[in-house]
């Protein structure tokens, strides 16, 4: 497979890995969220989390950290 075959495949397994991880999130929300009850606890982990992940994911981008290696 060439190179750019390979940044193909990362890039979709990675959208396709963000996709499942907000979907699952969005079902947390449904689930742990019960019409007529305050979770607000339940529901202020669940949207922290979604940011800190979306977060993340947006920092991992930067150059900076790009071109940074520990190996």
Do not use: E, K
Not at 26 to 45: M, Q
Not at 48 to 64: E, K, N, R
């Amino acid at each position: 497979m060439n190179r750019s075959g390979q940044y193909i495949a990362l890039l979709l397994v990675s959208v396709a890995c963000y996709l499942l991880a907000f979907t699952f999130s969005g079902i947390l929300f449904i689930w742990f969220n019960p019409s007529g009850n305050d979770c607000g606890l339940n529901i202020f982990f669940i949207v922290m989390t979604m940011i800190l992940a979306f977060s993340f994911a947006v920092l991992a981008l930067h150059p900076t950290v790009r071109s940074f290696s520990c190996f």
